[in-house]
């Protein structure tokens, strides 16, 4: 009752309890309940340790999860990288041969602009399939 009450600062970081085996502070979501053993422990260290099961806490990022969002932000912003990469080997290679520099030029400046649209266009998109790798959890009532 008084944990509700209370009001919820875990952006600042002073309510994030601290896991006692591999130190690291998250939510209090990321923590399996229970008193003994199960008192103060993340849910990562809960699976590794066999404390509980892969079932019982519904919120772990799994390898193939965490794989899965990590390739998706990569492909967001993966474009950005390779901008850059495609002006660098116009200046080197391609700028000199006589009609392609020019076409590859007004390319690369299309790219360029169309780039920053494209991402805003696709935010939606990949708002939508990161919700869709985020596991489903509801907050036990007081915990
Ligand atoms: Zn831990």
Known sequence: MLEESRPIRLTRGELMPTCRHCLGTFTRDQFIH???????????CAVEMKIATEEEVAN???EKLRN????????????FLYIPVLWTLW????SSVDPWGLYFLL???????????????RSAHFAGNMARLTPE???PKGH
């Open 34 to 44: 229970g008193n003994g053993p199960r008192a103060q422990v993340c849910i990562r």
């Open 60 to 62: 772990l990022y799994s």
């Open 68 to 79: 899965a969002r990590l390739s998706l932000v990569a492909r967001r912003y993966s474009m």
């Open 91 to 94: 200046g080197m290679y391609i």
């Open 107 to 121: 390319i690369l400046i299309g790219l360029t602009l169309f780039a920053p649209a494209w991402f805003f266009i």
């Open 137 to 139: 959890y509801e907050r």
